[in-house]
Each structure stands twice: as C-alpha cells, then as structure tokens.
C-alpha cells in the first residue's frame, strides 16, 4: 500500500503539453517495433509525428521559436522569462543588477548552470546506473543520432505514467557516442547502447526540431539542486538508510530461493549499477535500480517513476525502504504483490 500511495503520489506528470510527446520514437500513434536488445521484444511507437501530434503542439512550437528569435538575450523557464546574466561589472550594462551580492549571482549562476535543452525521447523511466540496450531503422532516429553526436552526445530520457498512460516530466539524461552507436549494414538499423546519468526535470513545453524528425525541451538537471528537510527527516532518512544493506542481503537470499535469479545472473545487473552508494539519496537511488532492473526480474512493483519524482532524499529512501521490504514479503509468500 506504501508503494502504490507512493506511485499515485509521485508518478503524475503535471505538464498537460506532454500527453503525448518525447522523440517521434516513442509517440503512441503508426504502431511500428524498435527492438530491445537486452530484454523481451516490445512493440513500441514510429519516430514520425503523427499529423495529430503535431496539430496538439503547432501554436505552442511556433510561438517559442518565434520568442527565441526575437529574445536572443533571454531564456524561457517554467514559464518565466530570464535575462542573460553576465560577469561584466560595468555599470552602464543594463543587463548587470548593481543590488545582488556575490553571493546571490553565485546562486543564480547555479541556476542557471542547471538548465539545458536537449533531445528527449519517451522509452522507459530508467533511473541513473540502468543501462539499455535499443535500436531502430526509422530515418528520423537516424537524423536525432546525427543531431546528437555533431553536439555534445546527451539525450533526455523519459517514461510512461504506469497508470495514466501520460509521460512523465523527470528523467534522466544519457550520452551516446560514435564508440557505443551501431549500424547493421544489411537491414539499416541503427543500434545505441546507453546508460543513465543525470536526473532532470523537464520545463515547459517541448518543440520539433527544425526537420521535424524529433522534439527539444528545456530541462532542469536535478542532481545538485537544493532540496527542502526538516532535521527529524533528515535524520530518519539517514536511520532508514542505515538499514538497507540488511534488506538487500535478505533480497538477495530471497531471490535467489525462489530462482528469480542464479548468482552469476545477479552479479552482471549489480555490476552494470555498480556499488551501493554512501549518501542517502543515491543509495535510494540504487535500490530502485536493484529492485527494477532492465530486463526486469517481476519481483517489484514499478517503483522508478515515483522515485524519479520524489522531491527529496527523505521521501526517496521512504520509497526505497518499503519497496524492498514488500518484494521480500511478496518472493517470501507472506504478502503477495501480484
């Protein structure tokens, strides 16, 4: 019951722009296949916008291209339009606030330093250490590859609600490069193979690039920003955290009791997340990795959306702990999940 008060909680996009957007890739309409290489064959969606789609997001896209072209100076987050800040310490800059501190253009350098716009693309809500394994030979993933990797190689990823069907607006980020991106001469199908990173958020509305192959969005990267506790939570989530190593090897015993899993199977997915983390959040983190891993074991309730969504490291190992607890109830027979 803590799970799922956690999912319907957390796992809810509140963007009403993303009912149905990411890469062309992933949206619902011309069913099409990408195959998954490291987990059971899924039917998922065509790279190419469908008219419908692209009717739902016309105003919204040309009204911000219009505005990036007339506000070279500004940015638009979450609605709000903020000026370029700038070192300069000349007074005659009208862009340069005289009044902040220091210590407050520190701050708003922070800010600003976790914003970006990148491609994203709706497939799974994959958490930071999972890895994935997907491909397609849809020509306008192709063009999104090429996107990428003439930039910086990051894409934003993002999943499903599990109960609304809606995306979700967190994710987390990937970098793919020419080292990890195949092509199969034979059938054109283009192969990445990827690794979660970096939490974000998406803000506002996305746009089609200028090919219309596949969307952009504004995203807040997540991992530094400052988050609200009270003391008793920061305390009760360090004790909770204290406790996950014991949970963790009872998991294991259990999973391995009811052949879930054999050892050497386990140790490729703990390998592939790495060690358990010291800090409380991340050790959260992983958990929900353990727990839900790709390909997915079937002895956990979906727990990466309403992790990805959790609003601080105290509500995470909240999540964390009853999620573990209840799929070692469920393997054990006391309670069953499914």
Not at 31 to 38: A, D, L, M
Not at 44 to 51: A, D, E
Not at 247 to 259: D, K, T
Request: some cysteine; aromatic content about 8%.
């Amino acid at each position: 019951k803590q799970v799922m008060l956690y999912m319907l909680t957390f796992g809810t996009a509140n963007i009403n722009a993303f009912h149905s957007i990411a890469t062309p890739a992933l949206h619902p309409h011309q069913k099409s296949h990408i195959v998954f290489t490291n987990q059971p064959h899924r039917s998922c969606s065509n790279l190419t916008p469908s008219n419908d789609y692209s009717k739902t997001l016309t105003s919204s896209s040309q009204q911000q291209k219009q505005t990036r072209s007339s506000t070279s100076n500004s940015k638009h987050y979450m609605g709000v339009f903020f000026d370029e800040w700038s070192d300069a310490t000349d007074s005659s800059s009208a862009h340069t606030p005289q009044f902040l501190t220091d210590y407050d253009k520190s701050v708003l350098a922070k800010m600003k330093s976790r914003h970006t716009t990148m491609p994203i693309m709706i497939l799974d809500a994959m958490l930071p250490g999972q890895c994935l394994e997907f491909g397609s030979n849809d020509p306008k993933f192709l063009k999104l590859i090429d996107h990428v990797l003439d930039g910086n190689g990051e894409i934003g990823m993002i999943g499903l609600n599990p109960y609304t069907g809606k995306p979700l607006n967190m994710g987390v980020s990937f970098t793919i490069t020419k080292d990890n991106v195949k092509i199969n001469a034979f059938t054109g199908q283009v192969t990445i193979a990827i690794r979660g990173e970096k939490r974000f958020e998406v803000q506002g509305a996305p746009w089609l690039d200028e090919s219309d192959s596949f969307y952009l969005a504004d995203l807040e990267i997540v991992e530094d920003r400052a988050e609200i506790m009270s003391q008793e939570q920061k305390e009760e989530a360090k004790r909770l955290s204290s406790e996950i190593p014991s949970l963790v090897e009872q998991w294991l015993e259990q999973v391995f009791q009811s052949g879930k899993s054999d050892v050497d199977g386990m140790r490729e997915r703990m390998n592939s997340i790495g060690p358990m983390p010291d800090t409380v959040g991340e050790r959260a983190i992983w958990v929900g990795a353990l727990i839900n891993p790709i390909p997915p074991l079937g002895v956990c309730l979906e727990i990466r959306p309403a992790m990805l969504a959790c609003k601080n490291d105290h509500q995470r190992m909240q999540l964390a702990i009853a999620a573990i607890q209840s799929s070692i109830d469920h393997l054990s027979g006391k309670r069953r999940l499914f």
